[in-house]
């Protein structure tokens, strides 16, 4: 899926006055056309926006809730720096934050492309998993550079406090508080499938480039979703090939195509990723660097509503059409309060599963249902 052609203005943004635009340092409104060279698809930009301070992120990028590039977000961060000089740079810049420790590295090999997912079979994954020093692996990757047709290799959102605090002191990121810890990712050139995370997102290129692909949450009918318990990275994933789409298996792909963003980043880039967006990532270069930002400001209580989901398919997927339709009524009331609050008529000592919960009263249903399955 190589781009060949940036064709026009696209009319998806909602038209603002000048006045708003000038207010808005210097917001690159252009939506461009991205054609795909392999059948005439057409992928439209992820908005871009140039020298974003917290404010702007916090007052109109975040209550937006739509993808956004944030160009030269991180150009002064030392390791940008290093990166840009060469990857023997960067690769020294990570040495001297390593403290040693050993890390999950994901190897595939060169036959996958850089593809990690299922074995073809699906009963297994592609690629194996290995404990390695993080020194070891950047010096792999810089011998691997020039190898044509080299093994995959992925390191996936370590945690940078835990195993690169100087990193973190040195690289900050200005629009977020200092509580949420960022993740690093390294590898080679791989194609990460299209999936979403139950966080807020902030990722960063330091080296190498990226590209993403965006679908909003409602796509997912389109997208073509792979098993929900066993998945290569812990999210479920779309089994479509982003970069080599089989539009014969997968028909609806292109209707996700048509609400798709794309946008390739360089060193000094960002992207916000609302949550629950899916998103495809491509690493581009021989050597890639992210680092990345999640959160979730729903109470640690509300944190995994994918098991919510499981369990709801696991007790009623089977359920008559009609019943199925029944329970939507009652989903839809109590659990997407359509209606608003469906509690909101009982006094608070009424109100067990209504409304917000706390952890400890998480455990507790949690802990009645588990119960309750038993019987
Ligand atoms: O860039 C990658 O390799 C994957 C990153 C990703 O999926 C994420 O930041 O959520």
Redesign the pocket.
């Known amino acids: 899926m190589r781009f060949i052609n940036i064709v026009a203005n696209s009319s998806r943004q909602p038209a603002r006055d000048d006045s708003t635009i000038r207010r808005r340092r210097h917001v690159d409104y252009a939506q461009m056309i991205v054609a795909l060279e392999h059948e005439g698809d057409a992928v439209q930009k992820i908005q871009e926006w140039h020298d974003v301070d917290r404010a702007v992120f916090e007052n109109e990028i975040l209550p937006a809730n739509r993808p956004a590039v944030l160009r030269g977000l991180l150009r002064d961060w030392p390791a940008v720096k290093a990166a840009r000089e060469s990857q023997a740079d960067l690769v020294n810049y990570i040495k001297r934050c390593d403290t040693g420790g050993a890390v999950n590295a994901m190897i595939g090999p060169p036959e996958i492309k850089g593809r990690f997912f299922y074995s073809d079979d699906f009963q297994g994954f592609n690629f194996g998993s290995r404990q390695v020093p993080i020194s070891a692996a950047m010096d792999t990757l810089l011998s691997l550079a020039e190898d044509p047709q080299p093994p995959a290799i992925?390191l996936?959102?370590m945690y940078v406090p835990d195993i690169m605090p100087s990193f973190l002191e040195e690289n900050k990121l200005p629009l977020l508080g200092s509580d949420i810890g960022p993740?690093i990712?390294i590898?080679n050139r791989?194609m990460?499938a299209t999936?979403f995370?139950n966080?807020h997102?902030i990722?960063c290129v330091v080296g190498g480039s990226?590209r993403?692909t965006v679908f909003p949450p409602d796509q997912v009918a389109n997208l073509y979703i792979g098993p929900l318990l066993r998945t290569p990275?812990g999210?479920p994933i779309s089994i479509v090939d982003l970069r080599n789409p089989d539009h014969a298996r997968f028909p609806k792909f292109r209707q996700a195509l048509e609400s798709a963003e794309e946008a390739v980043l360089e060193p000094g880039d960002a992207i916000f990723?609302p949550i629950l967006w899916w998103?495809?990532?491509?690493?581009l270069d021989s050597l890639?660097i992210?680092v990345?930002y999640?959160w979730n400001e729903a109470s640690a209580a509300h944190h995994k509503p994918i098991l919510g989901l499981v369990h709801s398919m696991a007790l009623m997927s089977g359920l008559p059409a009609e019943q199925r339709e029944s329970w939507r009524a009652f989903f839809d009331h109590f659990v997407f309060q359509a209606d608003g609050d469906p509690g909101a008529h009982l006094p608070p000592d009424l109100r067990d599963v209504y409304g917000t919960l706390s952890p400890a009263d998480r455990d507790q249903i949690m802990a009645f249902i588990a119960e309750r399955m038993k019987r």
């Open positions: 992925a996936q959102a993740r990712w590898g791989s990460i999936h995370d966080n997102n990722a990226r993403f990275g999210s990723i998103h495809g990532v491509e690493s890639n992210l990345n999640w």
